[in-house]
């Protein structure tokens, strides 16, 4: 059985590892909890420390209302995660996920001078491009369970399931209101390496608009694809997790042995 260790609120660690070199923070999609990262550990190297955020209104914040815009989410989880900056760290978040990590870092840079080593984003266009679709945060019922439909993350038997949708639909109405109401502020870009994860078929997330990722960073960049839609993160994932270990290992070979990769 799993032991799972809570940092605080926020960072949850499902399999502690106090002798890793890197801690992996991962940040999930619109609607997404920190157990997506549960069994990561299983299948990324012994040097690597796992470490899932979870945003509010799930999980360990349940109690908390969920944040409607991204600037206060950022400096809400900010400082809160640098007490564990204390070693390596990088990120990696899908969607939603990416931006929330991609100006968490240029927050980090900003407060106390630090970057992460490694910025994993997957799912999602560069943040300097304009959401091209209409909102859907205000949609009435109907529609928005409509546009869930579409989006293919939600399953249909959580969509036909009433007293389930009530408790997810707020949570996924104030995350897309963080992504629709999202305003770039152009800076210099980051200095540390970004890798990009994208689907083949993800209609939400272009070759090119994932390319652009590049204007990011003055360091190495990666663009990665993976046979799948917009969740490939979930139906690619032994694929997925095999180049992400192998992307840490190269990071932090160094300190110790990878795992083989499983296909959890």
Same mark, same amino acid.
């Given at each position: 059985?799993?032991? &799972?260790?809570?940092?605080?609120? +926020?960072?949850?660690?499902?399999?502690?590892?106090?002798?890793?070199?890197?801690?992996?923070?991962?940040?999930?999609?619109?609607?997404?909890?920190?157990?997506?990262?549960?069994? +990561?550990?299983?299948? $990324?190297?012994?040097?690597?420390?796992?470490? !899932?955020?979870?945003?509010?209104?799930?999980?360990?914040?349940?109690?908390?209302?969920?944040?409607? &815009?991204?600037?206060?989410?950022?400096?809400?989880?900010?400082?809160?995660?640098?007490?564990?900056? %204390?070693?390596?760290?990088?990120?990696?978040?899908?969607?939603?996920?990416?931006?929330?990590?991609?100006?968490?870092?240029?927050?980090?840079?900003?407060?106390?001078?630090?970057?992460? %080593?490694?910025?994993?984003?997957?799912?999602?266009?560069? !943040?300097?491009?304009?959401?091209?679709? !209409?909102?859907?945060?205000?949609?009435?019922? =109907?529609?928005?369970?409509?546009?869930?439909?579409?989006?293919?993350?939600?399953?249909?038997?959580?969509?036909?399931?009433?007293?389930?949708?009530?408790?997810?639909?707020?949570? $996924?109405?104030?995350?897309?209101?963080?992504?629709?109401?999202?305003?770039?502020?152009?800076?210099?870009?980051?200095?540390?390496?970004?890798?990009?994860?994208?689907?083949?078929?993800?209609?939400?997330? =272009?070759?090119?608009?994932?390319?652009? +990722?590049?204007?990011?960073?003055?360091?190495?960049?990666?663009?990665?694809?993976?046979?799948?839609?917009?969740?490939?993160?979930?139906?690619?994932?032994?694929?997925?997790?095999?180049?992400?270990?192998?992307?840490?290992? &190269?990071?932090?070979?160094?300190?110790?042995? =990878?795992?083989?990769?499983?296909?959890?």
């Amino acid at each position: 059985m799993t032991t &799972r260790q809570t940092f605080h609120s +926020w960072v949850t660690c499902p399999q502690p590892n106090p002798q890793a070199f890197l801690r992996l923070f991962c940040l999930p999609y619109a609607g997404g909890s920190s157990l997506i990262f549960r069994t +990561w550990s299983n299948s $990324l190297p012994t040097t690597v420390e796992v470490c !899932p955020i979870e945003l509010a209104g799930r999980g360990t914040q349940m109690k908390s209302a969920p944040f409607t &815009r991204l600037e206060p989410l950022v400096q809400a989880i900010v400082p809160v995660l640098k007490p564990h900056l %204390d070693k390596p760290f990088a990120f990696f978040g899908h969607s939603m996920g990416a931006l929330l990590s991609f100006e968490i870092a240029r927050q980090l840079r900003r407060e106390y001078g630090i970057v992460p %080593d490694q910025l994993f984003v997957s799912g999602r266009r560069a !943040p300097q491009i304009p959401n091209p679709k !209409p909102p859907m945060h205000a949609l009435p019922e =109907s529609k928005f369970k409509q546009e869930l439909r579409r989006l293919n993350g939600t399953p249909e038997a959580v969509l036909e399931n009433a007293e389930l949708m009530q408790l997810l639909v707020p949570i $996924l109405r104030a995350d897309f209101a963080v992504l629709e109401t999202y305003v770039y502020n152009t800076e210099p870009p980051l200095h540390c390496p970004i890798t990009v994860f994208g689907g083949l078929q993800d209609q939400e997330a =272009s070759y090119e608009e994932l390319q652009a +990722w590049q204007k990011q960073t003055t360091a190495a960049f990666l663009i990665q694809m993976f046979p799948g839609n917009h969740f490939f993160l979930h139906s690619a994932q032994s694929l997925l997790l095999q180049y992400l270990s192998q992307e840490l290992h &190269r990071m932090t070979g160094f300190q110790g042995e =990878s795992p083989s990769v499983s296909g959890s």
